[in-house]
């Protein structure tokens, strides 16, 4: 068994849970955040389940290996909860956890995975993971925070309270990993969003899913979509509840692009094909017939264009156009892009043809430009 003298955790203090957080436990738990993303724990949550979890999860828990303590603030009050599960066949551990509602967003989460991952490693565990939900970006944060490497999806492996599968995000530290906090490539936007009044551009979100798919549906708008094969409401919503946990791995940005005043989803604007090493990324876009010629998408990607060059490494942007769309063109002369090449035969088309692709470029201006 491993030793549960307590550990102290930065200005929180990881001690055994106890009877007397049984109150304290109950409210904490019995909330829709933990509720959504912790599809295991009872709901609603009463003070039987705390009891329960008490004195028969946490002694269990310790006796087949793994730990549970109480994240405790400086009261001696619990604030959280961190275990660390009994090793699995191969020695490996796995790190869960959550903060009570009232405690959030003041670096608990984070202070206590440091302390019980380095109180791991110093017993000899090799490996440890976390696993979060992908739409939990909060955890997910917390494990990069903790110096967590993102380690890819792990497909439909959660089971939910509505029989649903969903997604898990796979995070882990070697003992051998340096395990500084880990910055994310690419930023979230300040607020949330970026809007000039007119439009606004904010990631999509599942609730996007129904507005996303009918927009998706309409052929005038895939009409210069490549690949498109017709929408695929699975698909749509895949997207659409992987959109944040993309942009926190670095690996693209789906936007909606969407009408300010309303907040109606007017198009879908992204950022794909990141490449770190090289500083570039292509952008795609589309928008509803009934939002086009205003300039809508001529603001978006001026948006996204200004706000790419100054806050991410990002420092050339690229996008492709079909031949014939002279519209699509246009929106990109208007933000400066640059025509590039006609490249033959570029894309997979119907029927076994190939499309031709006219290529652009915008490159960030250097430094000393406006000195
Ligand atoms: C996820 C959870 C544990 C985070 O706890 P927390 O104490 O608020 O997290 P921290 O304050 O240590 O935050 C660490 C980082 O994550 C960010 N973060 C935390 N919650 C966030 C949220 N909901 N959305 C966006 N960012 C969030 C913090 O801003 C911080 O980032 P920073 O280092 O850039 O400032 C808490 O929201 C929770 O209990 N959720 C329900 C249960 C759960 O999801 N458990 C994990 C299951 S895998």
Avoid at 29 to 39: H, K, Q
Avoid at 143 to 169: I, K, M, P, T
Wanted: charged share 20%; with cysteine.
């Amino acid at each position: 068994m491993l030793p549960s003298d307590p550990i102290p955790a930065g200005p929180f203090l990881l001690r055994p849970p106890m009877e007397s957080d049984a109150h304290v436990v109950a409210r904490a738990c019995d909330d829709p955040v933990t509720a959504r993303f912790l599809p295991l724990m009872p709901s609603p949550y009463r003070l039987a389940d705390a009891m329960f979890y008490l004195t028969e999860v946490v002694p269990a828990a310790w006796k087949a290996g793994g730990a549970e303590f109480a994240i405790a603030d400086a009261r001696d009050d619990l604030v959280g909860v961190v275990g660390l599960k009994p090793p699995d066949r191969l020695g490996n551990g796995e790190i869960g956890y959550w903060v009570a509602p009232w405690a959030r967003a003041r670096g608990v989460a984070a202070a206590a995975v440091r302390t019980i991952t380095a109180w791991a490693f110093s017993r000899g565990v090799p490996r440890i993971e976390i696993l979060a939900n992908v739409e939990n970006i909060g955890s997910q944060k917390v494990a990069l925070a903790s110096g967590y490497r993102n380690e890819g999806v792990l497909r439909g492996a959660e089971l939910h309270r509505d029989g649903s599968r969903q997604d898990l995000v796979q995070f882990a530290r070697l003992a051998g990993d340096q395990g500084d906090a880990i910055k994310p490539y690419l930023p979230f936007f300040p607020g949330g969003e970026l809007s000039d009044g007119v439009v606004t551009l904010s990631p999509l979100t599942y609730a996007d899913t129904a507005d996303f798919f009918a927009l998706a549906e309409d052929p005038e708008v895939t009409q210069y979509s490549v690949g498109a094969s017709g929408p695929d409401l699975s698909a749509v919503e895949h997207r659409c509840r992987s959109a944040l946990s993309w942009w926190l791995a670095g690996q693209r940005i789906e936007l909606g692009v969407r009408d300010a005043p309303t907040g109606a989803l007017a198009g879908h604007l992204q950022l794909t094909f990141v490449q770190a090493e090289l500083g570039q990324a292509m952008i795609g876009y589309m928008l509803a017939t009934r939002y086009r010629g205003r300039g809508i998408m001529t603001r978006a990607v001026r948006l996204l264009v200004d706000w790419v060059f100054q806050e991410t490494g990002i420092g050339r942007l690229y996008a492709s156009t079909d031949p014939d769309n002279l519209v699509s063109q246009r929106v990109l002369q208007r933000v400066g892009f640059t025509h590039e090449a006609l490249v033959k035969g570029l894309f997979p088309g119907p029927d076994g043809t190939r499309l031709d692709d006219v290529q652009w470029s915008l490159v960030k201006p250097p430094p000393h430009a406006d000195a």
